[in-house]
């Protein structure tokens, strides 16, 4: 179908409901029509082989259900999760708003998923051999001093099945959560995650990249620090960037609803300066996935050009339509 039609549809519904239908629509899709010749690849980021330079964001896909079917699209990784150790249900809906005027999208899930074991089980028997992320996070209601825990559950949990892992300390939807970024809580629970995996390679005999993803609401001065702290680890990567709870660059006449993180178009201009502040700090060598607000193939190159080795995207595939995949795949073909 075309794109723009399935939108209409799609569109007429509350978010969240499109959104499932979406996700049902994408696994259908993995089980009858294979992964897409690679294009753009392979490409070798992170010690990892990717196909082409795109990937699917993080909590599109949160409990790993559809990921034959994202390759089936195209993609060159797929991210899934965020996943917590225990299943849990989020927010009170609703809590996905679209902004269709900016071509964005206000959340405040809060890590609904059905816990780190059933995401594990259900990649264990995929099909497609591109390479997928696990995003961990902490269940809601563990304390913030206990979060370490957390997050070495959800590593042990998934480490066989994962290409790579990635700590997500910026969502704004779950409390305190960001505050895991002051270099001095990241510094102790980032080593702790590395050295668990370093541990488990040893015992899987598999290597699994740790990489941080940050959020787009620290300042410059901030991200220096946490670029820094995550280098002195060191962490396998570094994603820029999560949702922003400012409302920036909004042209919605209408007010704008409700508390949550903002995706799309109007994060592109932070996501990219972020980018561009961790490759100045970092050097060449640690590898950047840039993600926030890409909805054409120029802004996949501003950010490949700002300093970003893989680029992710999420919220344009909701205006934009799968078709998006290649023409970002093509974008940034070397
Ligand atoms: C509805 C929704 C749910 C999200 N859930 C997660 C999540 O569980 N974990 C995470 O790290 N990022 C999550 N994100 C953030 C995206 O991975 C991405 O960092 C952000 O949306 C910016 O990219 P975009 O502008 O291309 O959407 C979510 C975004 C949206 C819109």
């Not at 679209?98 to 089980?121: C, H």
């Not at 919605?252 to 994060?267: I, Y």
Request: aromatic letters at 4%.
């Amino acid at each position: 179908m075309v794109y723009p039609l399935a939108r209409s549809a799609l569109f007429l519904l509350p978010p969240e409901k499109a959104h499932a239908l979406t996700l049902g629509a994408v696994r259908l899709r993995g089980k009858v029509i294979p992964p897409q010749p690679p294009a753009g690849g392979p490409i070798n980021v992170m010690g990892l082989s990717f196909s082409n330079r795109i990937g699917l964001a993080a909590g599109f896909d949160k409990n790993a259900v559809a990921v034959d079917g994202w390759f089936s699209l195209g993609f060159g990784h797929v991210e899934v999760g965020t996943v917590t150790p225990r299943p849990q249900a989020g927010n009170p809906r609703p809590r996905i708003y679209r902004l269709t005027g900016d071509e964005a999208i206000i959340n405040r899930m809060g890590f609904p998923n059905d816990g780190a074991e059933r995401a594990a089980a259900r990649l264990r028997s995929r099909h497609s051999s591109g390479v997928v992320g696990v995003n961990i996070g902490k269940n809601a209601t563990t304390l913030l001093e206990r979060a370490i825990d957390d997050y070495l559950f959800c590593l042990r949990t998934v480490f066989p099945v994962a290409d790579y892992v990635t700590v997500n300390v910026s969502s704004p939807n779950t409390a305190g959560l960001r505050s895991l970024q002051d270099p001095e809580q990241l510094v102790p629970l980032l080593s702790g995650v590395v050295a668990e995996a370093h541990e488990l390679q040893r015992r899987h005999g598999r290597r699994v990249p740790v990489v941080l993803k940050i959020s787009p609401d620290l300042t410059t001065a901030e991200l220096r620090e946490v670029a820094g702290a995550a280098a002195s680890i060191p962490v396998a990567g570094i994603i820029a960037t999560n949702t922003t709870i400012t409302r920036d660059g909004l042209e919605s006449r209408r007010r704008v609803p409700e508390t949550g993180g903002l995706s799309g178009r109007p994060l592109f201009a932070k996501s990219s300066a972020a980018v561009r502040v961790l490759r100045e700090r970092l050097g060449p060598d640690m590898p950047i996935i840039g993600v926030g607000g890409v909805s054409s193939a120029a802004d996949a190159r501003a950010l490949r050009q700002a300093g970003a080795d893989l680029v992710q995207a999420y919220t344009a595939l909701v205006y934009r339509g799968p078709r998006l995949v290649h023409e970002l795949a093509d974008a940034l073909r070397d």
